[in-house]
């Protein structure tokens, strides 16, 4: 029999963040049973979590922008890889300001902690956790995102964006037993929902199937969630649910530090090789940095895990361009925060617009709708243009009400005939500003009501972010319409460059999800779909990879 032999499943090595501190108020050393211990306050950790929250919603870590410039200086990225890196670049200088937040939807509130063996608290972490999530975000310019279940099919905006998800453990964290460790992240529903989970069997277990079932999923993903991505991979698991929380885990670099080679004692480890292999398998899929190119992931993460000899879960899951986390830590010396970097425009290159992307076709959307359409089908699909004038803003509840208008036989709003449709839903508004940060919602969600509306003489020309379905494509060929794609990640910068005005037309009942009716200037677009049956990530499916592929 083999000797008992412990481990982690997931050891972890040493904590090399670099921490500001919050505050040395809330935590002191007491002795008790010939022990000291880590006494912490309840307004530390409330402290602790609303100043996170705040600095996730408005900074990025040095690494992260770091990779963003490294596009822009890459001879071999495309002009639109570039153009998507720079945009980028200038929403998080905007953000940096701490009024605008990065992306408009702020997220779900995700916290995890490790609290060590001789930390005191009165009990109420969770709660104390919970009044932090709370107090950021009804101070900030942040956006209440989370739905109260009233009955099976009735729901309700809670109104500060609570709850949120606390997770704690009872461990001793990098072993220090008077150390409490958190993760704060923000996950936006865009980037939440491409986490996904395969139950596959140990035929995946080989490199040529294994390339070929990742490429086929990674395809999958599309750029509904604003990609360049942070991608991770879990292979194995214990079940399907660590699978997964392993792989969200991995896509905010918590777990970098694991080990990088397996033993018999079965703790997870971090495959060097197959991310290096998987990450240039992403360079060639054509996608790019959401409009074509080589960046569609910044960089990729594979851990492989234990398994149970009849299960083989496959876990796959992004952190986007709004790439939210902090590391914390409370110590008998204070309370820290991960440092992030609140100067991003150092990061800045001295080229202009001009020389990162391919010519620009300005269009006026003052103009009757006829004569939108005459001039977008002159250009191919790719085309960059720029945006000026009146955009009517509608998403998921507004485009149900408006559904159930035409199901009692009344007319396609005057509105969504005569105005392009962005799909998209503002965080609040800050004083002096036009609009609050407001960039592009995920437009799949919407591909159900394309083909109505349209024929009812609505939703012809559409702007939002991530790939479409088939049926919109030929919903545009059948009526000369055209969905066009918008940057997913900088709703700062949109919010103070390109939107001039912002009014509700209709359902203002429905907060950020009612009819609005906003000007914009030089707001940057390309073609998607056009009206003669082109779909820009049709060009992008070709595989690389066949060994293995399904079909």
Request: charged share 25%.
């Amino acid at each position: 029999m083999p000797e008992f032999d412990y481990t982690d499943l997931l050891p972890m090595g040493p904590d090399e963040t670099e921490y500001r501190l919050v505050t040395a108020e809330g935590v002191r050393k007491v002795e008790a049973a010939g022990r000291t211990f880590l006494e912490v306050d309840p307004e530390a950790l409330r402290l602790l979590t609303e100043t996170a929250i705040h600095d996730i919603s408005h900074y990025l870590r040095p690494t992260h922008l770091a990779q963003l410039r490294k596009i822009i200086d890459d001879p071999e990225s495309s002009g639109n890889d570039r153009f998507v890196a720079l945009d980028l670049l200038k929403n998080a200088s905007i953000s940096a300001g701490g009024v605008l937040p990065m992306c408009q939807d702020t997220g779900t509130a995700i916290v995890m902690g490790k609290r060590g063996r001789h930390v005191l608290t009165d009990g109420a972490d969770a709660e104390h956790i919970s009044r932090g999530v709370y107090d950021a975000y009804t101070k900030l310019n942040l956006r209440y995102s989370q739905m109260a279940p009233l009955t099976m099919w009735d729901e309700k905006n809670t109104g500060n964006n609570l709850p949120a998800q606390i997770e704690l453990y009872a461990e001793d964290p990098h072993g220090h037993p008077d150390e409490y460790k958190l993760l704060f992240m923000a996950k936006g529903g865009g980037s939440a929902n491409k986490s996904f989970l395969y139950q596959e069997t140990k035929a995946v277990l080989n490199e040529g199937r294994m390339l070929g079932f990742l490429e086929e999923k990674i395809r999958s993903l599309g750029t509904a969630a604003c990609p360049p991505y942070h991608l991770a991979v879990v292979v194995g698991g214990t079940s399907a649910e660590f699978a997964l929380k392993t792989a969200k885990y991995a896509s905010a670099r918590y777990l970098d530090s694991i080990p990088t080679e397996g033993s018999l004692s079965g703790h997870g480890f971090r495959d060097l090789e197959l991310e290096k292999k998987v990450f240039e398998l992403t360079q060639k899929l054509g996608i790019g940095a959401q409009f074509g190119g080589k960046y569609f992931c910044h960089d990729v993460r594979v851990i492989r895990l234990p398994r149970h000899g009849a299960s083989c879960p496959v876990a796959i899951a992004v952190s986007c361009s709004a790439d939210r986390q902090a590391l914390a830590k409370i110590t008998p010396e204070g309370v820290f925060l991960e440092k992030l970097e609140t100067d991003p425009a150092r990061f800045l290159p001295e080229t202009t617009d001009e020389h990162l992307s391919d010519d620009v076709v300005s269009i006026d959307l003052n103009r009757p709708m006829s004569e939108i359409l005459a001039e977008l089908t002159r250009y191919p699909v790719k085309t960059r243009l720029s945006l000026t004038g009146p955009l009517v803003v509608a998403r998921d509840i507004a485009h149900a009400k408006i559904a159930e208008l035409l199901d009692a036989g009344e007319e396609m709003p005057q509105y969504l005939k005569d105005h392009a449709v962005y799909y998209a839903g503002p965080a609040k508004t800050p004083e002096g500003y036009a609009s609050g940060s407001f960039g592009p919602t995920t437009a799949g969600r919407m591909d159900s009501y394309v083909e109505r509306f349209q024929a009812a003489g609505g939703s012809l020309i559409m702007l939002a972010k991530g790939n479409r379905s088939k049926q919109v494509t030929q919903a545009c060929q059948k009526y000369g319409g055209f969905y066009l794609g918008s940057i997913g990640g900088p709703a700062a910068r949109l919010a103070q460059d390109c939107i001039r005005k912002v009014e509700v037309l209709e359902y203002a009942e429905l907060g950020m999800e009612a009819v609005w009716k906003i000007e914009v200037e030089d707001f940057p677009a390309f073609i998607v779909v056009d009206d003669k049956g082109g779909d820009f990530f049709q060009d992008t499916g070709s595989p690389i990879i066949t060994i293995g592929r399904r079909a």
